[in-house]
């Protein structure tokens, strides 16, 4: 069985402010830390990116979808949030 590196905790109501942000200035590229598998914290520049045509966006306006890229480029993240909390996955496009 693997162990842990590192053990993280994310302020929900500080990240969650920050993605609504981004639905803000839409399109526009913010920067966002993440760790990698190896605990390291990486830099990200991600945008919204919507994937519901604009009547399901305004009757479910809490479901929000993101992509980026780490600014080495080595990584791709895609990101989503609703009321059923955070989803996220990291790509390693470089190895």
Known sequence: ???ARAVFSLDKSSFSK????FS???GEKQIIYLPDNSGKIIPFSIKE???F???LAKKY???KSFSGTSLDGKYK???SSSHKGLQGMLVNVKD
């Open 77 to 79: 993240v895609k990101l």
């Open 53 to 55: 045509n604009e009547g």
């Open 18 to 21: 920050q993605l609504g942000s």
């Open 1 to 3: 069985m693997a162990k």
């Open 24 to 26: 803000k200035s839409k």
């Open 61 to 63: 306006p809490n479901i």
């Open 49 to 51: 990116t919507p994937v």
